[in-house]
Nanobody
Framework: QVQLVESGGGLVQVGGSLRLSCAASVRPFSSYTMGWFRQAPGKEREFVAAISPSGGTTNSPNSVKGRSTIARDNAKNTVYLQMNSLEPVDTAVYYC?????????????????WGQGTQVTVSS
C-alpha cells in the first residue's frame, strides 16, 4: 500500500519559515513526479509546487514563487518544501502528492497518490 507521510507543519509567525517533508513509499521513487498542494478552510485545494523525478524540472504558481523551494532526495525517498516569508494566507493543510512520470509535469487531475496532510498555521 502506497503511503505518503507529511511532517514539519506547525505554528509559525508571519515572516517565518518552515520546511515540510514527505516520506513516500512509491517505488521506484525516482520514477515519480512529486508535488505539494494546500487547502485552506472553505477553499479548493491549490497547487503549490511540483518536481520531476530527477529534480531537474520544478514548477510553482506565482502566489508562492520566490518564497518556496521544492527539492527531493531520491536516496531517501523524500520530497521537501521550504517555505519562507510566510504570510497568514499561507495557512492551510499541506498535502504531498505523487504521479508517475509521463514526460511532463502532471496536470491537476493526474496526481495518483496523496498524503494525509500537515497543518501549517501562520499567525500575525
Amino acid at each position: 500500500q502506497v503511503q505518503l507521510v507529511e511532517s514539519g507543519g506547525g505554528l509559525v509567525q508571519v515572516g517565518g519559515s518552515l520546511r515540510l517533508s514527505c516520506a513516500a513509499s512509491v517505488r521506484p521513487f525516482s520514477s515519480y513526479t512529486m508535488g505539494w498542494f494546500r487547502q485552506a478552510p472553505g477553499k479548493e485545494r491549490e497547487f503549490v509546487a511540483a518536481i520531476s523525478p530527477s529534480g531537474g524540472t520544478t514548477n510553482s504558481p506565482n502566489s508562492v514563487k520566490g518564497r518556496s523551494t521544492i527539492a527531493r532526495d531520491n536516496a531517501k525517498n523524500t520530497v521537501y518544501l521550504q517555505m519562507n516569508s510566510l504570510e497568514p494566507v499561507d495557512t492551510a493543510v499541506y498535502y504531498c502528492a505523487a504521479a508517475q512520470w509521463k514526460g511532463r509535469l502532471p496536470s491537476k487531475g493526474e496526481w495518483t497518490y496523496w498524503g494525509q496532510g500537515t497543518q501549517v498555521t501562520v499567525s500575525s
